[in-house]
């Protein structure tokens, strides 16, 4: 079974920049397509953003627009979230998304991304 590993994650002040990277165990190819969710303390897992399995589409949250930007590798089984200008409310756990053509839904465990001065 395929799994998906997040790395990344840290402490950064308000106005830094992270990289978070998921890595799928297997040939990720273009089978997937990839998201990035985040879930904040008592909030719900919410949609950061998004790409196709081509890599030639991605949607964005409108709190991100700007500011994140998503892409992938296939040839190195990645997806990379790269986030500037962050801010606090950005604090959560960060978790990838891959979803193949079955409708077959698998997640990372996730990064804890802390934003604070």
């Known amino acids: 079974q395929v799994q998906f590993v997040e790395s990344g994650g840290g402490l950064v002040q308000p106005g830094g920049s992270l990289r978070l990277s998921c890595t799928g165990s297997?040939?990720?190819?273009?089978?997937?397509?990839m998201s990035w969710y985040r879930q904040a303390p008592g909030k719900k897992r919410e949609l950061v953003a998004a790409i196709t399995r081509a890599g030639d589409n991605s949607i964005y949250a409108d709190s991100v627009k700007g500011r994140f930007t998503i892409s992938r590798d296939n040839a190195e089984n990645t997806v990379a979230l790269e986030m500037n200008n962050l801010k606090p409310e950005n604090t959560a756990v960060y978790f990838c998304q891959a979803v193949n053509g079955a409708l077959d839904t698998y997640w990372g465990q996730g990064t804890q991304v802390n934003v604070s001065s």
């Open positions: 297997g040939r990720i190819s273009s089978r997937y397509a």
